[in-house]
């Protein structure tokens, strides 16, 4: 059994698990993370090399607080904790350059931005006033996508960027198209790592592929993207699927 540990949004952890083959993704997400930033953050929090604090966990993590609140959320870190080594390859998502820190750690914007929306309760006027905002630039990028490749004992990892269509305007979104630029080009720099990009094809027709909302993938993209990872693990990666 090839085993896919997932790392990102909704965008990948939206995409069924029947594979029909020898291929099976193993793990439910503690909470949504889109930054390369946030990625390497919940590897070394599910590794136990950082520490968070209980006031902090629920802008970082959706399970840990709000309206998506999990009851059993210890036991799903557990088995996230076990998965993170088990997998055979991982399926890792970059969908935002926006970064917000707050002393060594880094929020996730739907949950700390948006705490209202999301019925969690507002930060603390320290966390108010010492976090800070900013967009990774390429070389900034290029080390963190380097870093999360170490932290994975460089295993196989398939990574997907952020779906990107023309809007009302006619105009692709600017960062969007700098992600995916940058990680097709550095992930064909580096062995054992690949990448696909479903944009050309929801571009063509996205009412059927996408939201209105241009950000969350209807069934058949989820379907796409599953046989673009079937492809990647037979044909790239040599898998018997």
Do not use: W
């Amino acid at each position: 059994m090839i085993d896919i540990f997932r790392i990102g949004s909704c965008r990948v952890f939206g995409i069924p698990n029947q594979f029909r083959e020898n291929i099976q993704f193993i793990n439910i997400p503690i909470g949504y993370t889109h930054s390369l930033k946030e990625h390497i953050q919940l590897i070394k929090f599910l590794r136990g090399e950082i520490v968070i604090s209980d006031d902090l966990l629920k802008y970082i993590f959706t399970f840990y607080g709000g309206n998506e609140k999990k009851e059993n959320i210890r036991s799903i870190v557990k088995s996230n904790r076990k998965f993170l080594e088990q997998a055979d390859v991982y399926l890792v998502e970059v969908c935002t350059l926006k970064i917000i820190k707050y002393n060594h750690l880094y929020l996730q914007r739907s949950r700390f931005i948006e705490h209202e929306k999301r019925g969690i309760e507002i930060p603390s006027e320290d966390i108010l006033s010492g976090y800070n905002q900013y967009l990774q630039n390429e070389s900034d990028f290029l080390e963190s996508l380097e870093k999360i490749i170490r932290l994975l004992n460089n295993k196989p990892i398939i990574f997907t960027g952020h779906l990107n269509v023309k809007t009302n305007s006619g105009k692709y979104i600017k960062n969007r198209q700098k992600i995916n630029k940058m990680l097709l080009k550095y992930t064909r720099m580096q062995e054992n790592i690949c990448y696909y990009n479903l944009s050309g094809i929801i571009d063509k027709n996205p009412r059927k592929y996408i939201d209105e909302d241009l950000a969350h993938l209807k069934m058949p993209a989820l379907l796409l993207a599953k046989n673009k990872i079937r492809n990647i693990l037979k044909n790239i990666y040599q898998f018997q699927v």
